[in-house]
């Protein structure tokens, strides 16, 4: 059986960063997840990293991205990540909508299928690449303002964790990796 393998989604990094894993006080952290990355467990995609690199000069994030390019995989050129990101943006047009009020969901499915919104991108790649997701959203199909990601996920059979059940499956004492 093979490893399980986990996108990061940005706002797990960004949490991470400004509450209980803030590089200044647990650098442990950010170590554990590099050896993860470099077993060839953790990763996330260019359209993530290029999320955080919008941040000021001199954020950990940004600086994190840049210095790790092993941790970022690309989307942006990935023919089977192409093909499942039109999926999902026909599930989303199709399945998603379904019952919704056409006003409110128009913006929604705007933002969805923007280049630059990484979401739908990390849900095509995990689906093409037989990734789990690890994010901070919470599923809300009733939503009329968001596609959310673990719906969007739902929908191409891709599971969505948070970051302590990763922490759970791959943490040790003081962030060893196992």
Not at 109 to 121: M, N
């Amino acid at each position: 059986m093979s490893q399980k393998r986990f996108l990061f989604d940005s706002d797990s990094l960004i949490v991470a960063k400004k509450t209980h894993y803030a590089p200044d006080f647990c650098p442990a952290f950010w170590d554990w997840l590099v050896t993860g990355n470099q077993k060839g467990v953790f990763f996330t995609i260019d359209r993530v990293a290029d999320e955080l690199m919008l941040g000021n000069e001199g954020d950990y994030l940004r600086d994190f991205v840049g210095e790790h390019e092993g941790f970022i995989l690309p989307s942006k050129s990935d023919s089977i990540c192409l093909d499942k990101y039109v999926e999902i943006q026909q599930w989303a047009n199709t399945g998603w909508v379904v019952g919704k009020k056409h006003s409110k969901v128009a913006k929604a499915l705007e933002v969805f299928a923007k280049e630059k919104t990484a979401d739908s991108w990390l849900v095509a790649y995990a689906s093409a690449h037989g990734f789990e997701i690890v994010s901070n959203e919470r599923s809300s199909p009733e939503s009329q303002a968001r596609v959310m990601l673990p719906d969007a996920a739902k929908a191409l059979g891709v599971n969505v964790v948070k970051l302590h059940e990763v922490l759970m499956l791959h943490s040790g004492p003081n962030f060893k990796f196992k």
